[in-house]
């Protein structure tokens, strides 16, 4: 993703970034939000890093860091999915750190994603997971016009769309 962005630069996460990914991504009662554990040590922050671009015979998921341009600060990430066998559709993802929350982060970035998705990929059904407990994040969809649609794979969790 470009630096076209206002409030945010969205790049690639570096090993300078540890000790920040650290701080956001071991808080325990942020992560019960996600459906992966807290981060325990600096190790875990360098593999975070080592894994921002996995390829697989079925995907390519492309981490980036979100910082927020007023300050330079590193405030969470996102997750771009892509399916081989579907170029139309993308599963995003992100996280910031609690520090950062009721601020209108998400939303923005929420709403970067969407516009850099339509505007440089073919990308036209982009979905999102949440889970059930996150009241914020599915607001944060809904008020960028996703729809949550049905899904029995993960009952703890509901899936969200946006067709472009």
Same mark, same amino acid.
């Given at each position: #993703?470009?630096?076209? $962005? +206002?409030?945010?630069? %969205?790049?690639?996460?570096n090993?300078?970034?540890?000790i ?10 942020? #992560?019960? %939000? ?14 975070? &890093?080592?894994? !921002?671009?996995? +390829? ?17 600060? /590193?405030?969470?990430? &996102?997750? /771009?999915?892509? $399916? ?20 209108? %982060? ?5 709403a970067?994603?969407?516009? %850099? ?8 059904? &982009? ?18 016009? $996703?729809?949550?649609?049905? !899904? ?13």
């Amino acid at each position: #993703m470009s630096n076209q $962005f +206002k409030y945010f630069q %969205y790049r690639t996460l570096n090993t300078n970034d540890c000790i920040s990914l650290l701080a956001i991504y071991s808080d325990a009662e942020a #992560m019960k %939000y996600r459906s992966s554990q807290p981060m325990r040590s600096i190790e875990d922050a360098h593999s975070f &890093i080592q894994n !921002q671009l996995v +390829k697989t015979e079925d995907t390519t998921t492309i981490r980036k860091a979100v910082v927020l341009k007023e300050t330079n600060t /590193l405030i969470g990430s &996102i997750m /771009l999915r892509y $399916f081989h066998d579907d170029p139309d559709s993308c599963l995003i993802g992100y996280s910031i750190g609690k520090m950062y929350w009721n601020k209108g %982060y998400g939303k923005q970035i929420i709403a970067d994603i969407i516009h %850099y998705l339509k505007i440089e990929t073919e990308v036209r059904i &982009i979905q999102a997971w949440t889970i059930k407990e996150n009241i914020a994040s599915q607001k944060i969809l809904e008020h960028n016009n $996703f729809i949550r649609i049905p !899904q029995s794979e993960y009952p703890e969790s509901y899936l969200y769309q946006l067709t472009t």
